[in-house]
């Protein structure tokens, strides 16, 4: 941390963190229309108008990629002052590097997903650590620039990371760059309050994030940034993957069934009788009523 | 001479002011009583005093609840129907808590209530409260944290005795209304230090075991033997707190789903709905108000009435409804992740092995001097965390940011 009077913190200090999917399966799939490099020449040019904003405003990037999440530039770090888009371009490519490293799979099945919780996780505790140091800070927010497509295995470490920012109040704003929307971070957005947006023409990237996404936390609320579209919260069941309007909850382990089974087949917990809530009071006042009369 | 004199004439002043309010204590020498400062200092070996180092004691603190928490894959008790019970009797109005017991109770009880349902989504609670020898049922079994406490804050006056059989017979009746898959839970905050009841207790506690009801108390003067008699026989637990700050620990240790108890309550299959948001724009009367309101809200999937939000049951039909991420604010309990190893300088041999920054925060993990400062480690992807990062991972976060970066570790786990 720079050494900065806390004083001059006013509302309109941002702390932004970007979470940048560097999945190379999907930047070099059909999916993306946008080459990488393209892609960061717009970044750079956003962070940058961040950071001339305000000049306590703060930019902390990490990078998810396909194999392993990691800091790629702090700009509250000295030594990043003087040249700051060559050591974020070394870093990264460093980052890009040992990710292809790590890589034990020989061939992948469509573009695959990248670590969203993972780099999520970091960027709280980022966050948290600056919640820590000074009595008053920046105000941090997070910002996903995502183009793979969800993985599932990561849903509840998602859904965990996304509760947390809503209780330390940090809203999740989301960029999605790939064919299809992303439903981990339309929920995301939605939770915390942030914005969610699918650009339509992406060579005019710069434009969109300058427009909806560099504005401070203060200023938002004077601005009509895009509306939340219809969020589906509606639950699919885990036995046949089908989104449900009704269905039955395990009480034990909160599994969800679309029909009436015997036995959990996540916990193992053997029913009861077939109860639903209604019926549950009334064997109680049928048992009464002889006893009654 | 005259500074002499000063004095004398100082104390002179002390006295007169000392007949006039006949406490006794000087004014200054009450400020120490109230603050107490002598309590944040420790005696270290050479016999000096300093200040208690409160992080490393609130990491201890930390590390030993999460051992108790974390214990084992224990089934919890996730739908849960609690009762709190607040003592408003003459004993709550005493002073020594600051400005006075209840206000201090109910302030707690606030942070409670609004922690509760953030950990337990699917939950109700309900409030009674004890005075004048009967007990009032404050509020019904809700899922709305706002009520609770705005009818909680418009009650706070304190007068007559306190009955604990009075506030167990009533919970008792009422608890015995629920599902048979819920968990029945009483916590009390007991400020009195007598109950005045019109029956035999003893068998109010033994139908309240009978109830398979789980009785927990929180004293707030001293330890009495009938609640810890209750605790004991229902399975709850019973603590008197010392002051504010142990107080709000206590409470909020109710907070995370207990254990669950197998004969305690029936594992069964409830049925509920997932209702979709109403079109903006809309215009509808909303059944639990019963007024017409524009857009949002959301819609019963049985029988189409309109609810203003979730979680909540229908109003027309009795359906349940919830929305998928208030079921996924629970799993974190089903899947918790393990708790770190502690790192100790002195065993890693190796000083190139040893961590420079957080994994988590980036924080340099080397005190001034380059001394190794206290950190633990992910025993399953074996990276390095802060202790602060430690807490916050698994107190609020639920996730493993060593663990959720690298594939091929997710793999194993998986």
């Known amino acids: 941390m720079t050494p900065v009077s806390s004083k001059l913190y006013a509302d309109d200090v941002s702390l932004l963190m970007v979470l940048i999917d560097t999945n190379p399966f999907f930047w070099n799939s059909a999916q993306s229309t946008l080459p990488f490099s393209k892609f960061l020449t717009h970044v750079l040019a956003f962070l940058n108008s961040i950071l001339l904003l305000n000049q306590m405003n703060q930019v902390v990037v990490i990078a998810a990629g396909y194999n392993s999440c990691g800091y790629i530039f702090d700009s509250s770090d000295p030594q990043n002052q003087n040249k700051r888009a060559e050591d974020l371009l070394h870093k990264l490519e460093e980052f890009v590097d040992n990710d292809q490293e790590l890589c034990r799979e020989e061939s992948v099945d469509g573009p695959g997903f990248s670590l969203l919780s993972g780099s999520l996780s970091m960027a709280l505790c980022y966050i948290q650590r600056v919640f820590r140091t000074v009595p008053l800070h920046p105000q941090p927010r997070i910002l996903c620039l995502h183009g793979s497509p969800d993985g599932p295995g990561q849903y509840v470490a998602i859904m965990n990371s996304i509760f947390s920012a809503q209780r330390s109040m940090v809203p999740i704003d989301s960029c999605v760059l790939g064919a299809q929307h992303s439903a981990f971070l339309q929920q995301a957005s939605y939770i915390t309050g942030g914005v969610y947006l699918k650009p339509q023409i992406f060579d005019g990237l710069f434009q969109y994030l300058s427009t909806v996404f560099a504005t401070d936390l203060h200023s938002r609320c004077f601005l009509q940034l895009p509306k939340p579209a219809g969020v589906d919260f509606r639950a699919s069941c885990f036995c046949h993957k089908n989104t449900i309007d009704m269905g039955y909850i395990c009480s034990v382990c909160l599994s969800i069934f679309c029909k009436h089974q015997k036995k959990c087949s996540t916990c193992g917990s053997v029913f009861g009788q077939a109860q639903t809530q209604n019926s549950s009071t009334t064997p109680d006042r049928k048992m009464k009523m002889p006893v009654d009369g | 001479m005259s500074l002499k004199d000063a004095e004398m004439k100082y104390n002179r002043e002390d006295e007169e002011d000392d007949d006039g309010d006949g406490r006794g204590v000087e004014a200054w020498e009450r400020d120490y009583a109230d603050e107490r400062s002598w309590e944040s200092l420790q005696e270290d070996e050479s016999g000096l005093l300093r200040p208690i180092d409160n992080k490393t004691l609130y990491h201890a603190q930390y590390r030993r609840r999460l051992r108790t928490t974390t214990a084992a894959r224990i089934q919890k008790g996730l739908i849960r129907y609690l009762y709190i019970v607040i003592d408003l009797s003459r004993a709550a109005g005493e002073t020594d808590y600051k400005p006075s017991r209840m206000v201090v109770v109910a302030r707690q009880v606030e942070a409670f209530i609004r922690e509760f349902f953030d950990q337990n989504p699917l939950s109700q609670v309900a409030l009674v409260t004890l005075k004048d020898g009967v007990a009032n049922s404050l509020t019904g079994l809700g899922g709305s944290p706002e009520s609770h406490i705005k009818a909680l804050m418009g009650k706070l006056t304190s007068s007559g005795d306190a009955s604990l059989q009075n506030g167990l017979d009533l919970v008792q009746s009422l608890l015995n209304q629920i599902p048979s898959y819920g968990h029945r839970e009483v916590l009390i905050l007991y400020s009195a230090l007598s109950t005045c009841d019109p029956g035999e207790i003893m068998e109010t506690i033994q139908k309240c075991k009978a109830s398979k009801i789980r009785c927990s108390v929180i004293g707030l003067s001293a330890e009495l033997y009938i609640c810890k008699y209750l605790c004991q026989e229902t399975g709850g637990s019973y603590y008197v707190a010392l002051d504010e700050f142990h107080l709000k620990e206590l409470i909020f240790e109710h907070a995370p789903p207990p254990p669950a108890i197998a004969e305690f309550a029936v594992a069964n299959l409830i049925k509920m709905g997932f209702p979709q948001r109403a079109a903006e724009g809309v215009i509808s009367i909303c059944s639990c108000h019963k007024e017409a309101k524009v857009g949002g809200g959301y819609t019963c999937p049985r029988c189409k009435a309109r609810v203003c939000e979730l979680p909540t049951e229908c109003q027309i039909c009795g359906l349940t409804l919830v929305s998928s991420p208030h079921l996924a604010r629970s799993y974190h309990h089903l899947f918790p992740i393990t708790p770190f190893d502690d790192v100790t300088p002195s ?44 807490i916050y991972i698994h107190e609020s976060l639920h996730n493993c940011p060593g663990c959720e970066s690298f594939r091929h570790s997710k793999s194993v786990v998986a």
């Open chain 2, 347 to 390: 065993a890693t041999n190796n000083p190139s092995k040893l961590p420079k920054i957080c994994f988590g925060c980036q924080l340099s993990l080397l005190n001034p001097g380059n001394m190794p400062a206290p950190c633990v480690s992910c025993p399953k992807c074996e990276q390095f965390f802060c202790l602060d990062c430690d």
